[in-house]
């Protein structure tokens, strides 16, 4: 049984900062085998695809709302995948989700296992 366990979010004011982090386990998955990425889905808006990794770490990409402000990383030794989300604004307000599939791809339905999401509410 896979499972994806996100964590960090939290309520912050905009301009602030937080970390997100998702841990894998379970059977025979092998985190290293994966890409990952961040989604996240606002009250009444379709999930969107934030950032993503390759991989082995050395490829990235980020929508364009995020870019410059997030940086995505990930340590396989541990088996976690992280959000790092500087100047967050009340629009970045929303439940995070993890995903890992295989290859960094905008579109959700190419991820096989997704975590169960962190809410992060950023105050004006």
């Known amino acids: 049984q896979v499972q994806l366990v996100e964590s960090g979010g939290g309520l912050v004011q905009a301009g602030g900062s937080l970390r997100l982090s998702c841990a894998a386990s379970?059977?025979?998955?092998?985190?290293?085998?994966?890409?990952m990425g961040w989604f996240r889905q606002a009250p009444g808006k379709e999930r969107e695809f934030v950032a993503g990794?390759?991989?082995?770490?050395?490829?990235?990409d980020y929508s364009d709302s995020v870019k410059g402000r997030f940086t995505i990383s990930r340590d396989n030794a541990k088996n976690t995948v992280y959000l790092q989300m500087n100047s967050l604004k009340p629009e970045d307000t929303a439940v995070y989700y993890c995903a890992a599939g295989g290859a960094i791809r905008w579109f959700r339905g190419h991820y096989e296992y997704w975590g169960q999401g962190t809410q992060v509410t950023v105050s004006s």
């Open positions: 990794i390759s991989w082995g770490g050395g490829s990235t």
């Open positions: 379970g059977g025979t998955f092998t985190f290293s085998n994966y890409a």
